[in-house]
């Protein structure tokens, strides 16, 4: 994985903007810690950055690529990994395409200049490229089906700026830090999701997942070449069982190849066990030696840890579980409280945005060590959305209300604001839900309950999972680590979204397709285990750090969070924090998260230099 920028301009010299240029890579060298490369056209006009963080073919994979193919020149600037590039190395071959390197960088270029913009619909992989075309005098750009990986853009009169970081943007002085009412409603109301496609920056965009664009002639055109298209399920009950495990097996193979040192997160639970379980046998069969497993826990969790709907037991039972099953050599990683309150700072830097509190900070404090001995793992993100595994899917008196499902309750968000402020939240995440809802592809056969179930597949899909990537996607890269999530595989998306939800949640089980696919082949406590999300610390010592920061914030004369949010809203959490009715967002964010967020949004606004226009 790494870290990719651009900057096109009509009538700049590019040549002569080297200070603006260093800044922007220099703005992704966690992304890519092991090399850099820009180059210029020759027209000057244009400029691609490229930040690496070497996994396969290290030697031979520098970016940004060119190639000379008919006479003319093709540079790439690629973040990403292909699954299927032995298969498309083949097929190019066999066209007279002869290659100087191992890597998938020079594969996806050409790709690109043998089959032009449908280059997309031949990539198995999570990817984020740009490629200037020096005979079209065109950048095409394209983001993998699933959204794994990140890919901003500002337009302007003449030119564009794109990057894999806003971060990265706002180094260059056409991008300002200014936040519209639209943002804060996202902020306020949506957040820590954002509107798919919205940057909150004021005309800062994002590909959407499976997006592409092209640019000339500062014309900015783009499409999507992939959608979930609603399909009748034909296979029977029992060869869905086999292709789910087929699937699923063949993606966490194929994503197991790397040149750099690879492990695994294992948590205990179903999906992070499936891919341990299925890399251990990889690894086995391959003579690679025993699997490298990592998880991630919290100081004294074990005495403070009370069960509740959304988290019914520890991870802690069942990771040795697992661990001695496999056989593989297991890293418990503890976090102190008060480096995972230190850390909400660190987060907000790694996602240039509002990240999810300490459910963010503590994923980059365990990304930080993993990288001290590891350069890529595998995790189990993505399983929930696509196959059934949150509580709303099984709950009808959440399911069928007109809302997103994981921030139900829009009360709290009200009560921290100022009297007054952004009166329009409700109706602004409510048309938000209506957007997504309204575009759901169905099946006139489908019945009331599948309906439903396609709604709240395209809600997760592209809300709660793109928040969930974004955070894996920056919390990691923050360290230079990159993690792949083998569910994101979008054979596998889509036939998720067309299995009935009879099958999915077979015999009445949350993921109940998934526990039966894999029934027998690990141990019956971790199969049937009941769903359990993240672990989150439940030590009182991070909620007294985080109400003494919050109150710290609020009672500064010069903290413009003051003037959004109402101090007596946030008291009234601090002093009953239990009477919290439903989460902020998600399972995990309640009092002490709430508490943090505002913490973050004031460390956002000041090391940002945001200014509000509303």
């Known amino acids: 994985m790494c ?11 590019l040549s002569e903007r080297s ?7 220099s ?11 820009v180059f210029i056209s020759s027209g000057r006009d244009v400029c691609l950055m490229h930040r690496r963080l070497a996994v396969i073919d290290p030697k031979n994979g520098q970016q940004p690529m060119t190639r000379r193919f008919g006479g003319y020149n093709y540079t790439i600037a690629y973040n990403g990994e292909l699954y299927n590039t032995q298969e498309l190395k083949a097929e190019l071959e066999a066209l007279g395409c002869r290659f100087e390197t191992n890597c998938d960088t020079e594969v996806l270029l050409y790709c690109y200049i ?7 619909l031949k990539l198995n992989g999570i990817f984020a490229f740009a490629i200037w075309d020096e005979k079209k005098k065109m950048l095409f750009a394209a983001r993998d089906r699933v959204g794994v990986k990140p890919f901003f853009f500002f337009e302007y009169t003449n030119g564009l700026i794109f990057a894999s970081e806003i971060k990265a943007l706002l180094k260059n002085p056409m991008v300002k830090p200014v936040v519209d009412e639209e943002g804060l409603y996202d902020i306020f109301f949506l957040g820590p999701a954002r509107t798919p496609g ?24 783009r499409r999507r070449y992939f959608t979930l298209k609603a399909q009748i399920h034909t296979d029977s009950r029992e060869q869905t069982i086999e292709k789910c495990r087929e699937l699923l097996s063949d993606s966490i193979n194929r994503q197991l190849v790397s040149d750099v040192p690879l492990c695994c997160f294992l948590s205990g639970g179903l999906d992070s066990s499936i891919i341990c379980r299925t890399a251990s046998e990889n690894y086995k069969k391959n003579g690679k030696g025993r699997l490298d497993t990592y998880s991630v826990d919290y100081s004294d969790n074990d005495k403070y840890f009370t069960k509740s709907l959304f988290q019914p037991n520890k991870d802690s039972d069942y990771i040795g579980v697992m661990s001695d099953y496999i056989d593989s050599i297991h890293h418990n990683v503890v976090l102190s409280n008060k480096d995972l309150y230190y850390a909400l700072f660190d987060s907000v830097k790694s996602r240039d945005l509002m990240p999810m509190a300490d459910v963010d900070s503590s994923l980059l404090l365990f990304c930080r060590e993993v990288k001290k001995d590891f350069t890529v793992a595998l995790s189990g993100e993505c399983a929930d959305e696509l196959f059934g595994g949150y509580p709303w899917y099984h709950n009808e008196k959440i399911l069928f209300k007109e809302c997103f499902p994981w921030s139900s309750d829009s009360r709290i968000r009200r009560s921290i604001l100022k009297k007054g402020l952004l009166a329009g939240g409700e109706e602004y995440a409510a048309q938000r839900y209506l957007d997504t809802v309204n575009h759901t592809d169905k099946l006139k056969s489908d019945s009331r ?17 793109q928040c969930l990537l974004e955070r894996k996607d920056r919390a990691s890269m923050y360290s230079g680590l990159e993690v792949r999530v083998p569910f994101c595989d979008y054979r596998i998306v889509e036939y998720a979204y067309n299995m ?13 397709i998934l526990r039966t696919a894999f029934d027998g082949l690990m141990p019956d406590e971790i199969v049937w285990r009941k769903k359990s999300p993240y672990p989150k610390t439940h030590n009182p010592i991070y909620m007294e750090l985080v109400s003494r920061g919050v109150l710290d914030v609020l009672s500064r004369k010069d903290s413009i969070i003051s003037q959004l949010v109402d101090i007596n809203g946030v008291k009234e959490i601090i002093e009953h924090p239990n009477e919290i009715s439903s989460p902020w967002y998600g399972q995990l964010m309640r009092a002490p998260q709430i508490l943090a967020y505002i913490i973050e949004l004031d460390f956002w606004i000041r090391e940002y230099g945001v200014e509000f226009n509303i």
């Open 500 to 512: 009935p939800w009879e099958l999915k949640a077979l015999d009445g089980r949350e993921k109940g």
């Open 198 to 221: 919205f940057g909150i920056f004021r005309n800062v965009k994002e590909l959407l997942p499976g997006e592409c664009m092209s640019y000339k002639y500062n014309i900015l055109k």
């Open 449 to 465: 309950l599948d309906s439903r179930m396609r709604e709240m597949f395209m809600l997760n899909y592209y809300w709660f999972m």
């Open 27 to 37: 703005s992704l060298s966690s992304r890519g810690p092991d090399d850099s490369g």
């Open 3 to 13: 870290g990719i920028a651009g900057w096109l301009d009509k009538y700049e010299d």
């Open 114 to 120: 043998y089959f032009g913009e449908d280059c997309v």
């Open 19 to 25: 200070t603006i240029i260093e800044n922007m890579s």
